[in-house]
Every structure is written in C-alpha cells, then in structure tokens.
Nanobody, 115 residues
C-alpha cells in the first residue's frame, strides 16, 4: 500500500518562503516519479512540479524560477521549495505518484499567502 504524507504548509506573507515535504512508503521510492499538484478554491487541480526517478524536473510556467522540486531517495522524501510566494500560490498542495496505472495522493497541506 503506497502512502504519501505531506507536511510543511502554513501561512506566509507575500515574498516569503516555505518548504513542503512528502514522505512516501510502500513503494521503491528511488524508481518512482513524483509530482506536486495544487488546488485553489473553485479551481481545478493543477500540476506544479514533477521529478523523475533520474532527477529530471519540470515546472508549471507560473512557478518557474520560484519553486524547486527535489528528492532524497535515502529518506523516500520529495520536497518543494517555494520562494517569492504570491497570494495566487494559495492552495492545497498535494503530493502524487502514479504506479502501474494507479494514482496515489497524499492528504494535502494548506499553503496560504497573505499579509
């Protein structure tokens, strides 16, 4: 059973930073591609960043240059470093992976950017 547990969300002022973490279990993490998604109220869930098992990364245009995704295979953890946060980054952030045609999601961690 794959489990994903996010942490690190919170309230931050515009221009601030947060680092989200997602701890994975039940899978061979080192060969698993991982993603971060977010969903704001009234909006569709959107892909924010992705990292392959080999470390290749991809980002939504809206976060390029501000967010960095990384992984620590020894800890089975993927991170999302978020800098220069904007009010429009406010959302529930989810960790995701897809294994053998099955999607797995964490419970989400709330990020609120407000003064």
């Amino acid at each position: 059973q794959v489990q994903l547990v996010e942490s690190g969300g919170g309230l931050v002022q515009p221009g601030g930073s947060l680092r989200l973490s997602c701890a994975a279990s039940g899978t061979i993490f080192s060969i698993t591609d991982m993603d971060w998604y977010r969903q704001a109220p009234g909006k569709l869930r959107e892909l924010v960043a992705t990292i392959s098992s080999g470390g290749n990364t991809g980002y939504a245009e809206s976060v390029k240059g501000r967010f960095t995704i990384s992984r620590d295979n020894a800890k089975s953890t993927v991170y999302l470093q978020m800098n220069s946060l904007k009010p429009e980054d406010t959302a529930l952030y989810y960790c995701h992976t897809g294994i053998v045609y099955t999607d797995y999601w964490g419970q989400g961690t709330q990020v609120t950017v407000s003064s």
